[in-house]
């Protein structure tokens, strides 16, 4: 038969076990959100960078092709390479994540 002090010591070791179990868990938890933010950070990238080059390309096409004569578009020039640089940007970045 358990004394009073063995109840209190299995029940202060079963504590200690639960609380353990869950430390644990939470750890295990973490590591799958983290997995699954790098996921989501790499499938971002690689669609800025899609989208980048490809609008880039299409606002800088006037000029690419030489019509530009009476064109006089120099917001889109900006927007161009803004998006152009935007695209090359995060394709490096998503190329030095692999």
Request: glycine fraction near 10%; proline fraction near 1%.
């Amino acid at each position: 038969m358990l004394t009073r002090e063995d109840k209190q010591r299995e029940m202060m070791k079963h504590h200690r076990d639960k609380h353990h179990y869950h430390q644990k868990r939470k750890a295990g938890y973490d590591d799958v959100l983290e997995r699954e933010r790098i996921r989501v950070e790499s499938d971002l990238f690689s669609i800025v960078a899609i989208l980048g080059i490809l609008f880039g390309l299409l606002f800088l096409s006037p000029n690419i092709t030489g019509n530009v004569i009476g064109s006089g578009n120099d917001s889109s020039n900006i927007v161009g390479i803004t998006l152009l640089i935007m695209g090359l940007i995060a394709g490096f970045a998503y190329f030095k994540r692999r």
